[in-house]
Structure formats: structure tokens, C-alpha cells
């Protein structure tokens, strides 16, 4: 399963984009989604998290109440609402498989999509 994450860009403080994350392939119920950001000089930051069965659905603290994830199975998509964005959420921002129930993630990463917050 290949996953492609899209839905980044410009947006100003209190912005509410959502971000896509679409597998292409077969995925499974016992498989989930993450959703990670990297800022610029931090290291990379767990979100948030969805099994395509909607089941075990968890949230950061660092975003709960702003962020929310949902999947809609027949589109092999994850999304990631993110509500009243601040310049400190700028980042890359990437979703990977996670391997239930350990929780690993995959080791390929791709490319991620930025999302800059202007002040």
C-alpha cells in the first residue's frame, strides 16, 4: 500500500484546511493511518491516529480539540481536520502506515505536504 498525503498550502492564523491522505492498493481493518509533522529544526511529531475499521482513533494531546481524524473507507482515504491553525503548526506534515497493535510505523515516509501558517 502506497499512500499519498495532499492537501497543504498558505493559510493564516485561525485557518482550518484539511489534509488527505489516499492509499492506493488493498488495505486492511487490522491496519491504521497516522498523521506525523516535522517542523522546521524539530524532530518528527506524532498526531494522530485511525484504523480503517474506525476503531482505536486517538489524538495528541499537543492538538486535541483543534484536530480531528476520520477515514472514509470506499475512498482509501484518512483525513486530518485541523481547526483554528497558529503559526506554530507550521510544518510538513506526512501520514505513514501503522502496524497494529504495535503501533510502528513503515519505514517509507514519502514526501509529506507543507502547511505554512502566516501570522
Known amino acids: 500500500v502506497q499512500l499519498q498525503a495532499s492537501g497543504g498550502g498558505l493559510v493564516q492564523t485561525g485557518g482550518s484546511p484539511r489534509l488527505s491522505c489516499v492509499a492506493s492498493g488493498r488495505t486492511s481493518n487490522n491496519g491504521a493511518i497516522g498523521w506525523f509533522r516535522q517542523a522546521p529544526g524539530k524532530e518528527r511529531e506524532f498526531l494522530s491516529r485511525?484504523?480503517?475499521?474506525?476503531?482505536?482513533?486517538y489524538v495528541a494531546d499537543a492538538v486535541k480539540g483543534r484536530f480531528t481524524i476520520s477515514r472514509v473507507n470506499a475512498k482509501n482515504t484518512v483525513y486530518l481536520q485541523m481547526n483554528s491553525l497558529k503559526p506554530e503548526d507550521t510544518a510538513v506534515y506526512y501520514c505513514?502506515?501503522?502496524?497494529?497493535?504495535?503501533?510502528?510505523?513503515?519505514?517509507?515516509w514519502g514526501q509529506g505536504t507543507l502547511v505554512t501558517v502566516s501570522s
Open positions: 505513514n502506515k501503522l502496524f497494529f497493535p504495535t503501533w510502528t510505523t513503515d519505514d517509507y
Open positions: 485511525i484504523r480503517w475499521n474506525g476503531a482505536n482513533t
